[in-house]
């Protein structure tokens, strides 16, 4: 099946920046729309941001839009996620996801990273 491996998280005063990155295995990557949803602690997994096969559609959740930015490099099968202006309510497990979709109003994905911590601070 296909992996997702993300990584650049960490801990940042609010205000800061933070960049994370997804690496995907195998030979499909250009063939699925690619996004990042998080999960608080206590919280169900939110949908924050999805980009399209050649990057010509985002769509970004109301409370990220403005600070975060999504992107893609097909030929690295690696997508990222820049966050500016981190929020301590930013704070969550972020997840990679590959073939998001929406669903009856609702991001789905089919496969999903291992999640990476971003955590900011007052």
């Known amino acids: 099946q296909v992996q997702l491996v993300e990584s650049g998280g960490g801990l940042v005063q609010a205000g800061g920046s933070l960049r994370l990155s997804c690496i995907v295995s195998?030979?499909?990557?250009?063939?699925?729309?690619m996004g990042w949803f998080r999960q608080a602690p206590g919280k169900d997994r939110e949908f924050v941001t999805a980009?399209?096969?050649?990057?010509?559609?985002?769509y970004y959740a109301d409370s990220v839009k403005g600070r975060f930015t999504i992107s893609r490099e097909n030929a690295k099968n690696t997508v990222y996620l820049q966050m500016n202006n981190l929020k301590p309510e930013d704070t969550a497990v972020y997840y990679c996801?590959?073939?998001?979709?929406?669903?009856?109003?609702?991001?789905?994905?089919?496969?999903w990273g291992q999640g990476t911590q971003v955590t900011v601070s007052s």
């Open positions: 996801a590959a073939d998001v979709r929406a669903e009856r109003g609702l991001w789905v994905a089919d496969y």
């Open positions: 195998g030979r499909t990557f250009r063939r699925y729309v």
């Open positions: 980009i399209s096969l050649s990057g010509g559609s985002i």
